[in-house]
């Protein structure tokens, strides 16, 4: 599966921004999606997830923030982000991963645990 995401940007605190992520093929059935972000000096963390039934999960920090949604007709997976702070400031990566394993469909994993990964888009908060 390849991922390129779009849609990153420079916003000023409290602005929103839409991230894309446009995979390569149908990722619907059997497929962990997720938003992840790294901020220079700091451990990519995991910022939402969403499996093939819709279930989302969400980092504490984003939570009632960031919306994770996908268009399984576009395989596209997208994260809406409203109320942008500066500490949202990171290269925000989308990533894949299917079922199974250790995991099975528990979508909320570590970063190691997700096998395809994007580019990365950079996503610029000022105060």
């Known amino acids: 599966v390849q991922l390129v995401e779009s849609g990153g940007g420079s916003v000023q605190a409290g602005g929103s921004l839409r991230l894309s992520c446009a995979a390569s093929?149908?990722?619907?059935?059997?497929?962990?999606m997720g938003w992840f972000r790294q901020a220079p000096g700091k451990n990519r963390e995991a910022v939402a997830t969403?499996?093939?039934?819709?279930?989302?999960s969400y980092a504490y920090s984003v939570k009632g923030r960031f919306t994770i949604s996908q268009d399984s007709a576009k395989n596209t997976l997208y994260l809406q982000m409203n109320s942008l702070k500066p500490e949202d400031t990171a290269m925000y990566y989308c990533?894949?991963?299917?079922?199974?394993?250790?995991?099975?469909?528990?979508?909320?994993?570590?970063?190691?645990?997700?096998?395809?990964w994007g580019q990365g888009t950079q996503v610029t908060v000022s105060s």
């Open positions: 990533a894949a991963d299917q079922y199974g394993g250790a995991w099975g469909a528990y979508c909320w994993r570590p970063p190691g645990a997700y096998n395809y």
């Open positions: 093929r149908y990722t619907d059935s059997g497929y962990c």
């Open positions: 969403i499996d093939a039934d819709g279930r989302t």
